[in-house]
C-alpha cells in the first residue's frame, strides 16, 4: 500500500541529495573570490571626500552603503549616473538624488584670490586631496588639476577669498555631442 | 593565426587581397582635376593655428610685432616630440589670438596671426647634402624639424613614425596612394605634377626606416597616376620600389584596409602596422619629406582640393598653411547658388566648418562644398530594422547595429566586447542604412563617452590616492606625536627614580590630568 | 563675397542610398509574378484577400500608431503593414471568409508588432503570427482550398468569390464540398498517414510534374521573384540557400531509403509554401537573424522544424512554425555566430 507514495518520495529524496551535493561541490570549485562590497561601492564614488552625503568622505559612505545605514542617493558629485551605477551593483531600484544632501552641479575648481589670502593654512587643513599648497603668513594657491571641487575649503577661509569656479572648457576635451540629443549617462558607469 | 605575422607580411602587393564589407562609391574626381595645381596669389592675412598636429599644441615663439622671414619658427610643442610650426612667408606676427582652427569640435584655439609683405622671402635654409650618405638618425632629425606630419589627415607626427618603424626593424614601406573618398582629387594631382618628389620621398623614408622595399599603392582606375610614377621610378633604377594598383572599393585606403589588401594580414586590434614590419605614409607625406630633405624647406603648404557642387569651377591648389578657405573659395570663381556645407575632408569622413574663415591646415586635404540638394534625405530617421546591410559592408566586420543599441542604452561595456574601438568611422554603415541611423556620429559619441569615463576614473582614482595619502600621512604625524609624549614621560619616569618625592608629584599632576580630558594632540 | 550659411551635421556628408519604403517596395514587386500565377490558377479570390488584408492591416497600424504617438505619414509610409498583409493573403484559402483576415491582421500588427515595440521591435514575424493564430483556431475554413485550375472544370468568378467570401454562401450551383479541395501536401499526408502510398497518392490528377498541379507554377514565380530580390540585394542569399539546401539534403536519404513512404526532396521543395517562405518570409530582417552565419542556421533550422512537422507532426506543413520558432532563437543564434572583428 505504501509503497507506490514511498517510491516516488524517495526518489525525489535522493535526487534532491544528489542536486544539492553537486550544486555544492560546483559552488565550491567555482567559487569567485570577488571585491569586498565596500571596494566596489567606493570604487563607484566620484572620491571628492566632498561629505555632503553626511558622512566624512567616499569610503565611509561606502561602508555606509554597505551596513545598509545609508542609501544610494545621498551623492551629488556622483550624480544620477553614480546612483544608477550603485543600483546596479547593489541590484536596487534606482531612485532620484537626495535634495537633502545637493543638488548635481558641473564640476568645479576653487580659486584663492592670491590679493586677498592671508596665508591662515585652514584651507589647507580642510583640503581633503591636498591640493592646495602654501605655508603659513605665505600666499596659498589651488593646484587645478589635483583639485575635486569639495568646497571643503569655503567654511573655514576667515577672510572668504576662495570662489569655486568651472574650469574652461579646453578644446581637447570636446567631445561628439549625442545625435539623438536625449540625456546622456555622464559619468562613473 | 599563422607563426609570425611580420613573415606573412613580407612581399606586400605581391597578391592581392580582399577585406571585408566596403562600398563602390562614384568617385566625382574628374571635376577638379581639370586644371593644373597653381599656387593662389597671397592672402592678406594668414592664420596659422599653433595645433596642427596629433599631439598637445604648440607654444608661440614669436610675439606681436615680430617680422618673421619664410621658413622660420613660430612655436613649438612643449612635449619631448617637439613638433614645430613655421611661417609659410614672410611678414610680420600681427597678433597671437584664439581662432578658428579648421578642427572637428570648431571651437576656437591659439592661433599666429600674420601679414605677409609680399617678398615671400626665404630664411636660410639648411638642406642635408647627400641624403644616402647620412644616418638615419640625421633624416628623422630633420623630418621632426620640418614640422612634417601625416598628410593623409591622420597628422600624425612622421618623424615619429619613422622612428616607430625603425625600432620596430620594419621591412615594408607603404606609400598610399589610394585616394578612396570622392571628390577628393589632391594626392592624385600630386601624383601626376611631382612624382619624381614622391618616389625620393620613398626613398628617404625607406633609408630612414630601415625598410626593404616600397610599394606605392595606387587606385586602379588612376592611369595617369601610373603613367606619371612608373618612369619615375624606373629614373631611380631602384628594383625595391613597386607600384601596385588596387581595386578602388571605398575604404580601400583606410591605413589597415590598405594593409589587408596589399598583405591578406590585419594589424592586431590595438597595434601599430609597425607590429607586423610594416609603416605606412601618404605620398604627399612622402613629397614633403623629399623637399624638407633636399632642400631643407620644412612644411609650409599643401596640395588642397576644391570642389563640390557649391563650387564654380573646381580644381587643386598649392595652398600655404594658414590661408582662409574663403581666399581658395574665391580662386575658384566663388560659390554657386545655395551652399548648405562646407566640408574639410570628403563626404564619407570629413567634419563640417561653422564659416569658411577658417584656415587650410595641415590636415585641410580637400574643401569641399555642398549644396542643400547634396545633403538632401528622402527619409527621416526611421527605427532599425535589423538588416544587416551595415555589418555586411563594414571594413571593420563589426555589428553596427548591435553597437548603436547598446550606446543607446549605455551598455558601455559591452561595446567594448563588441570591439568598438577597431571602428575607424569610415562611414559605410551610414551610406547603405535604409533606416537612416547616424551610425557614425553614435560611434564619434560613445568613443568620446568612454574616453571621458575613463579619464573621470582616473581622475577618481588619483583623488582616492591622494586622499588616502593624506589620511595616512595624518595618523602618521598623530603617532610620532603620541609617541613624543610616551617618551617624555619615560624619561621623566627614568629620572623618577632618583628622587620619590618628585615621582609622588608627577603621579599627582598625571591623576589631576586624567580627571579631565587630555586634549587631542591633532586640533 | 557672399557668406553662405552653413550646416553643420557629422559625416557621412550624403544622404543613404536605400529607405525602408524602397526596400518594401522591392519586396511587393518581387512579389507580383507569384501573384499572378496564383490568380491564374485558384481565381480572383486572392485579390480580395489581398485588398481585404491590406486594409486591416493599415487600419490596426493607424489605430497602433496613434495610440503610441508615432508620426503616421512616416510609419504608414513605410509598407511594412502591407507587405505583412500580402504575404499572409498568400498563404490563405483563396475563398476564406472575410473574418479570417481581420483576426489574423489583428494578431500579425496589434499584438505581434506593435505591442512588441513596433516596426524594428517584433521578435516574430508578424504574417506568421497572423496565419498561425487563424491556423490553429479555423483549421476547418483554413484547409479549405481550391483545386486548381486544370483541376476544376472553372474557377469561381469574382462575384462568386465575393458572396463566398463576405456571406459563406455559394450561388447556386456550387457548394463548398464539391469546390473545395485539401492542399496536396494534406492530401499527400492523409494518404501516407493512412498507409498509401506516395505514388498511389500522386496518381490523383491534383498532381502536377512534382507535387500540386499548378501549385509547383506558382512556387516557381516566388522563386523568379526572390532572384530579383537577391539580385538587387534586398535579401541575404544565406537564408534561401541554407533553407532550400537543407530541405534537399535532409529529405534525400529518406527518400532513397523508402522512396513509398517519403517525399522526394524536389516534392518537398516545391510544395507547400516552401520557396515562398525561402524567399519572401524567412528573409524577414527583423525577426530574423543579422550575421551571415547566424543567417545560415537560422535558414537550416527552418527547415529542418519544417521537414519534422511535415513528416511527423499534425499539420501538413510546417513552414510558419519554423519560422516563428526560430524567430525565437535568432537571438541566440547571432550571439553565437558574431564575426571576428578587423585584428582580433
Same mark, same amino acid.
Given at each position: 500500500?505504501?509503497?507506490p507514495?514511498?517510491?516516488p518520495?524517495?526518489?525525489?529524496l535522493v535526487l534532491?541529495?544528489?542536486?544539492?551535493?553537486g550544486?555544492?561541490?560546483?559552488s565550491s570549485?567555482?567559487r569567485?573570490e570577488?571585491d569586498?562590497v565596500?571596494?566596489?561601492?567606493?570604487?563607484?564614488l566620484?572620491q571628492t571626500?566632498?561629505?555632503?552625503?553626511?558622512?566624512?568622505?567616499?569610503?565611509?559612505?561606502?561602508?555606509a552603503?554597505?551596513?545598509?545605514?545609508?542609501?544610494?542617493?545621498?551623492?551629488?558629485?556622483?550624480?544620477?549616473a553614480g546612483?544608477?551605477?550603485l543600483a546596479?551593483?547593489?541590484?536596487r531600484?534606482?531612485?532620484?538624488?537626495?535634495?537633502?544632501?545637493?543638488?548635481?552641479?558641473?564640476?568645479t575648481?576653487?580659486?584663492i584670490?592670491?590679493?586677498?589670502?592671508?596665508?591662515?593654512t585652514l584651507?589647507?587643513?580642510?583640503?581633503?586631496?591636498?591640493?592646495?599648497?602654501g605655508a603659513?603668513k605665505?600666499?596659498?594657491?589651488?593646484?587645478?588639476?589635483?583639485?575635486?571641487?569639495?568646497?571643503?575649503?569655503?567654511?573655514p577661509?576667515?577672510?572668504?577669498?576662495i570662489?569655486?569656479?568651472v574650469p574652461?572648457?579646453d578644446?581637447?576635451?570636446w567631445?561628439w555631442?549625442?545625435?539623438?540629443?536625449a540625456?546622456?549617462?555622464t559619468?562613473?558607469v | 593565426m599563422?607563426s609570425d605575422?611580420?613573415?606573412?607580411?613580407r612581399?606586400a602587393g605581391?597578391h592581392?587581397?580582399?577585406y571585408?564589407g566596403?562600398?563602390?562609391?562614384?568617385?566625382n574626381?574628374?571635376?577638379?582635376c581639370l586644371h593644373?595645381?597653381?599656387?593662389p596669389?597671397?592672402p592678406?592675412?594668414l592664420?596659422i593655428?599653433?595645433?596642427?598636429?596629433?599631439?598637445?599644441?604648440?607654444?608661440?615663439?614669436?610675439?606681436?610685432g615680430?617680422?618673421?622671414l619664410k621658413?622660420?619658427?613660430i612655436?613649438?610643442?612643449a612635449?619631448?616630440?617637439?613638433?614645430?610650426?613655421?611661417?609659410p612667408?614672410?611678414g610680420r606676427?600681427e597678433a597671437?589670438?584664439?581662432?578658428g582652427?579648421?578642427q572637428a +569640435?570648431?571651437?576656437?584655439?591659439?592661433?599666429?596671426?600674420?601679414?605677409?609683405?609680399?617678398?615671400?622671402?626665404?630664411r636660410?635654409?639648411?638642406?642635408v647634402?647627400?641624403?644616402?650618405?647620412?644616418?638615419?638618425e640625421?633624416l628623422?632629425?630633420?623630418?621632426?624639424?620640418?614640422?612634417?606630419?601625416?598628410?593623409?589627415?591622420?597628422?600624425?607626427?612622421t618623424?615619429?613614425?619613422?622612428e616607430i618603424?625603425?625600432?620596430a626593424?620594419i621591412?615594408?614601406?607603404?606609400?598610399?596612394g589610394a585616394?578612396?573618398e570622392?571628390?577628393i582629387?589632391c594626392?592624385?594631382?600630386?601624383m601626376r605634377?611631382?612624382?619624381a618628389?614622391i618616389v625620393?620621398?620613398a626613398q628617404?623614408l625607406?633609408?630612414?626606416t630601415?625598410a626593404?622595399?616600397t610599394v606605392?599603392a595606387?587606385?586602379?582606375?588612376?592611369g595617369?597616376?601610373?603613367?606619371a610614377?612608373e618612369?619615375?621610378?624606373?629614373?631611380?633604377?631602384?628594383?625595391?620600389i613597386?607600384l601596385?594598383?588596387?581595386?578602388?572599393?571605398?575604404?580601400?585606403?583606410?591605413?589597415?584596409?590598405l594593409?589587408?589588401?596589399?598583405?591578406?594580414?590585419?594589424?592586431?586590434?590595438g597595434?601599430?602596422?609597425?607590429?607586423?614590419?610594416?609603416?605606412c605614409?601618404?605620398?604627399?607625406?612622402a613629397?614633403?619629406?623629399?623637399t624638407?630633405?633636399?632642400e631643407?624647406?620644412?612644411l609650409?603648404e599643401?596640395?588642397?582640393?576644391?570642389?563640390?557642387n557649391g563650387?564654380v569651377?573646381?580644381r587643386n591648389f598649392m595652398?600655404?598653411?594658414?590661408t582662409?578657405?574663403?581666399?581658395?573659395v574665391?580662386?575658384c570663381g566663388?560659390?554657386?547658388?545655395?551652399?548648405?556645407r562646407?566640408?574639410?575632408?570628403?563626404?564619407?569622413?570629413g567634419?563640417?566648418l561653422?564659416s569658411?574663415?577658417q584656415?587650410?591646415?595641415?590636415?585641410s586635404?580637400?574643401?569641399?562644398?555642398?549644396?542643400?540638394?547634396d545633403l538632401e +534625405?528622402?527619409?527621416?530617421?526611421?527605427p532599425?530594422?535589423?538588416?544587416?546591410e551595415c555589418?555586411?559592408?563594414?571594413?571593420a566586420q563589426l555589428?553596427p547595429?548591435?553597437l548603436?543599441w547598446q550606446?543607446?542604452?549605455?551598455?558601455?561595456?559591452?561595446?567594448?566586447?563588441?570591439h568598438?574601438?577597431?571602428c575607424?568611422?569610415?562611414?559605410c554603415?551610414?551610406?547603405v542604412?535604409p533606416s537612416?541611423?547616424?551610425?557614425?556620429?553614435w560611434?564619434h559619441?560613445?568613443?568620446g563617452?568612454?574616453?571621458?569615463?575613463?579619464?573621470q576614473?582616473s581622475?577618481?582614482?588619483?583623488a582616492?590616492?591622494?586622499?588616502?595619502?593624506?589620511?595616512?600621512?595624518l595618523?602618521?604625524?598623530k603617532?610620532?606625536?603620541l609617541?613624543?609624549i610616551?617618551?617624555?614621560k619615560q624619561?621623566?619616569r627614568?629620572?623618577?627614580?632618583?628622587?620619590r618625592?618628585?615621582?609622588?608629584?608627577?603621579e599627582r599632576?598625571?591623576?589631576?590630568?586624567?580627571?579631565k580630558?587630555?586634549?587631542?594632540?591633532?586640533s | 563675397m557672399?557668406l553662405?550659411?552653413?550646416t553643420a551635421?557629422?559625416?557621412p556628408h550624403?544622404p543613404p542610398q536605400?529607405?525602408?519604403a524602397g526596400?518594401m517596395q522591392l519586396?511587393?514587386?518581387?512579389?507580383l509574378?507569384?501573384?499572378v500565377?496564383h490568380?491564374?490558377?485558384?481565381g480572383?479570390g486572392?485579390?480580395?484577400?489581398?485588398?481585404?488584408?491590406?486594409?486591416?492591416?493599415?487600419?490596426?497600424?493607424?489605430?497602433?500608431?496613434?495610440?503610441?504617438?508615432?508620426p503616421?505619414r512616416?510609419?504608414?509610409g513605410d509598407?511594412?503593414?502591407?507587405v505583412t498583409?500580402v504575404l499572409?493573403a498568400?498563404c490563405?484559402?483563396?475563398?476564406?471568409?472575410?473574418?479570417i483576415?481581420?483576426?489574423?491582421?489583428?494578431?500579425?500588427?496589434?499584438?505581434a508588432?506593435?505591442?512588441?515595440g513596433g516596426l524594428?521591435?517584433?521578435?516574430?514575424?508578424?504574417?506568421?503570427?497572423?496565419?498561425v493564430v487563424?491556423l490553429?483556431?479555423?483549421?476547418?475554413?483554413?484547409?479549405?482550398w481550391?483545386p486548381?485550375?486544370?483541376i476544376?472544370?472553372?474557377?469561381?468568378?469574382?462575384?462568386d468569390s465575393?458572396?463566398a467570401i463576405?456571406?459563406g454562401?455559394l450561388p447556386?450551383?456550387?457548394?463548398?464540398?464539391?469546390i473545395t479541395?485539401?492542399?496536396p501536401?494534406?492530401?499527400?499526408?492523409?494518404?501516407?498517414?493512412s498507409?498509401?502510398?506516395?505514388s498511389?497518392?500522386?496518381?490523383?490528377?491534383?498532381?502536377?510534374?512534382?507535387?500540386?498541379?499548378?501549385?509547383?507554377?506558382?512556387?516557381?514565380?516566388?522563386?523568379?521573384g526572390?532572384?530579383?530580390?537577391l539580385?538587387?540585394?534586398v535579401?541575404?542569399?544565406?537564408?534561401?540557400?541554407?533553407?532550400?539546401?537543407?530541405v534537399?539534403?535532409i529529405?534525400?536519404p529518406?527518400f532513397?531509403m523508402?522512396?513509398?513512404?517519403?517525399?522526394s526532396?524536389l516534392?518537398?521543395?516545391f510544395?507547400?509554401?516552401?520557396l515562398?517562405?525561402?524567399f519572401?518570409?524567412a528573409?524577414?530582417?527583423?525577426?530574423?537573424?543579422t550575421s551571415a552565419?547566424?543567417?545560415f542556421?537560422f535558414g537550416?533550422g527552418?527547415?529542418v522544424i519544417?521537414?519534422?512537422?511535415r513528416?511527423?507532426?499534425?499539420?501538413p506543413?510546417?513552414i510558419?512554425?519554423?519560422?516563428?520558432l526560430?524567430?525565437?532563437?535568432?537571438p541566440?543564434?547571432?550571439r553565437?555566430?558574431?564575426p571576428?572583428?578587423?585584428?582580433?
Open positions: 500500500m505504501l509503497m507514495v514511498l517510491i518520495v524517495l526518489v525525489l534532491a541529495l544528489l542536486f544539492g551535493l550544486l555544492g561541490w560546483v570549485r567555482f569567485v570577488s569586498p565596500v571596494d566596489q561601492i567606493d570604487e563607484l566620484p571626500q566632498c561629505a555632503q552625503c553626511g558622512y566624512p568622505g567616499c569610503r565611509p559612505y561606502a561602508q552603503i554597505a551596513s545598509g545605514e545609508a542609501d544610494i542617493n545621498q551623492c551629488p558629485p556622483g550624480g544620477e546612483i544608477r551605477a546596479d551593483l547593489l541590484g531600484e534606482v531612485k532620484p538624488l537626495n535634495p537633502e544632501y545637493g543638488e548635481e552641479k558641473l564640476r575648481v576653487a580659486l584670490d592670491e590679493q586677498a589670502c592671508i596665508g591662515c584651507c589647507i587643513q580642510a583640503c581633503p586631496v591636498d591640493a592646495i599648497v603659513s605665505q600666499m596659498h594657491t589651488v593646484i587645478e588639476s589635483e583639485c575635486t571641487g569639495c568646497d571643503l575649503c569655503l567654511p577661509c576667515p577672510v572668504d577669498c570662489e569655486m569656479i574652461d572648457q578644446y581637447r576635451d567631445r555631442p549625442r545625435p539623438d540629443n540625456e546622456t549617462q559619468g562613473m | 599563422h605575422p611580420v613573415k606573412l607580411t612581399g605581391q592581392l587581397h580582399h571585408h566596403g562600398l563602390r562609391l562614384r568617385h574626381k574628374k571635376i577638379s593644373p595645381t597653381v599656387r596669389p597671397l592678406e592675412l592664420v593655428p599653433l595645433h596642427q598636429h596629433l599631439g598637445v599644441p604648440a607654444e608661440p615663439v614669436v610675439s606681436p615680430n617680422l618673421v621658413g622660420d619658427l612655436g613649438v610643442e612635449s619631448s616630440q617637439h613638433i614645430p610650426v613655421h611661417a612667408t614672410s606676427i597671437i589670438e584664439t581662432r582652427m579648421s +569640435s570648431g571651437i576656437p584655439g591659439c592661433c599666429v596671426l600674420l601679414r605677409p609683405d609680399g617678398e615671400d622671402r626665404w636660410t635654409l639648411q638642406p647634402n647627400d641624403w644616402r650618405a647620412v644616418d638615419s640625421t628623422i632629425q630633420t623630418i621632426v624639424a620640418t614640422g612634417i606630419v601625416g598628410l593623409g589627415g591622420s597628422v600624425f607626427p618623424g615619429k613614425k619613422t618603424g625603425k625600432r626593424g621591412h615594408t614601406l607603404i606609400l598610399n585616394e578612396c570622392p571628390y582629387s594626392d592624385e594631382m600630386l605634377e611631382r612624382p618628389e625620393l620621398g628617404i625607406q633609408k630612414a630601415g626593404e622595399s606605392i595606387i587606385e586602379d582606375q588612376m595617369e597616376v601610373r603613367r610614377l618612369p619615375a621610378i624606373k629614373d631611380t633604377g631602384s628594383t625595391d613597386s601596385i594598383r588596387i581595386k578602388s572599393i571605398y575604404p580601400e585606403g583606410g591605413e589597415r584596409q594593409i589587408q589588401v596589399l598583405t591578406g594580414q590585419e594589424v592586431p586590434e597595434g601599430y602596422p609597425a607590429d607586423i614590419g610594416l609603416i605614409n601618404n605620398v604627399a607625406t613629397a614633403a619629406v623629399a624638407a630633405v633636399t631643407g624647406k620644412p609650409l599643401r596640395y588642397v582640393t576644391v570642389t563640390g563650387i569651377e573646381p595652398a600655404l598653411l594658414g582662409p578657405v574663403s581666399h581658395l574665391a580662386q566663388g560659390y554657386t547658388g545655395d551652399v548648405a562646407i566640408v574639410v575632408g570628403g563626404p564619407m569622413m567634419y563640417s561653422p569658411d574663415q584656415p587650410v591646415v595641415k590636415a586635404n580637400c574643401i569641399l562644398v555642398l549644396t542643400a540638394q +534625405s528622402p527619409q527621416p530617421e526611421m532599425c530594422i535589423n538588416c544587416g555589418a555586411r559592408v563594414c571594413p555589428l547595429q548591435e548603436h550606446i543607446k542604452n549605455a551598455q558601455w561595456e559591452d561595446t567594448e566586447s563588441y568598438l574601438s577597431a575607424i568611422e569610415c562611414g554603415c551610414d551610406l542604412c537612416h541611423i547616424p551610425l557614425v556620429e560611434f559619441f560613445a568613443k563617452e568612454i574616453r571621458e569615463q575613463s579619464k576614473r581622475l577618481a582614482d588619483h582616492r590616492s591622494r586622499h588616502l595619502a593624506r589620511d595616512e600621512r595618523l602618521r604625524i603617532q610620532d606625536r609617541d613624543r610616551a617618551r617624555r624619561a621623566l627614568d629620572r623618577a627614580g632618583q628622587s618625592t618628585i615621582a609622588e608629584a608627577i599632576s598625571e591623576s589631576k590630568k586624567a580627571m580630558s587630555p586634549p587631542e594632540p591633532d | 557672399n553662405p550659411i552653413l551635421g557629422g559625416a550624403m536605400f529607405t525602408i526596400v519586396v511587393l514587386i518581387a512579389l509574378p507569384g501573384i500565377a490568380l491564374w490558377f485558384f480572383p486572392l485579390i480580395i484577400q489581398i485588398v481585404l488584408a491590406v486594409v486591416f492591416a493599415l487600419g490596426f497600424e493607424t489605430m497602433m500608431l496613434k495610440l503610441r504617438k508615432q503616421l512616416l510609419f504608414l509598407y511594412s503593414a502591407v498583409a499572409f498568400l490563405i484559402p483563396p475563398l476564406a471568409p472575410w473574418w483576415a481581420l483576426i489574423a491582421m489583428l494578431f500579425a500588427i496589434v499584438v508588432k506593435h505591442l512588441y524594428g521591435s517584433n521578435v516574430f514575424n508578424p504574417a506568421m503570427v497572423g496565419y487563424v490553429i483556431s479555423f483549421p476547418q475554413e483554413m484547409t479549405q481550391l486548381t485550375r486544370g476544376a472544370e472553372t474557377v469561381p468568378g469574382l462575384a465575393l458572396v463576405f456571406t454562401q447556386a450551383p456550387l457548394n463548398w464540398d464539391a479541395q485539401s492542399t501536401l494534406d492530401t499527400l499526408k492523409t494518404g501516407l498517414d498507409g498509401r502510398m506516395v498511389e497518392v500522386r496518381s490523383s490528377p491534383m498532381f502536377g510534374d512534382f507535387v500540386g498541379l499548378g501549385w509547383e507554377w506558382i512556387a516557381n514565380w516566388y522563386a523568379l526572390g532572384l530579383f530580390l539580385y538587387r540585394r535579401i541575404p542569399w544565406q537564408v534561401p540557400v541554407a533553407l532550400i539546401g537543407s534537399l539534403l529529405s534525400l529518406a532513397l523508402d522512396p513509398a513512404n517519403n517525399l526532396p516534392q518537398h521543395v510544395s507547400g509554401g516552401l515562398l517562405a525561402a519572401f518570409i528573409t524577414d530582417p527583423v525577426s530574423g537573424c552565419w547566424g543567417r542556421w537550416v527552418v527547415a519544417t521537414l519534422v512537422i513528416r511527423w507532426g499534425g499539420y506543413d510546417g510558419a512554425f519554423g519560422v516563428l526560430m524567430n525565437m532563437a535568432a541566440l543564434i547571432d553565437y555566430t558574431r571576428r572583428a578587423y585584428g582580433q
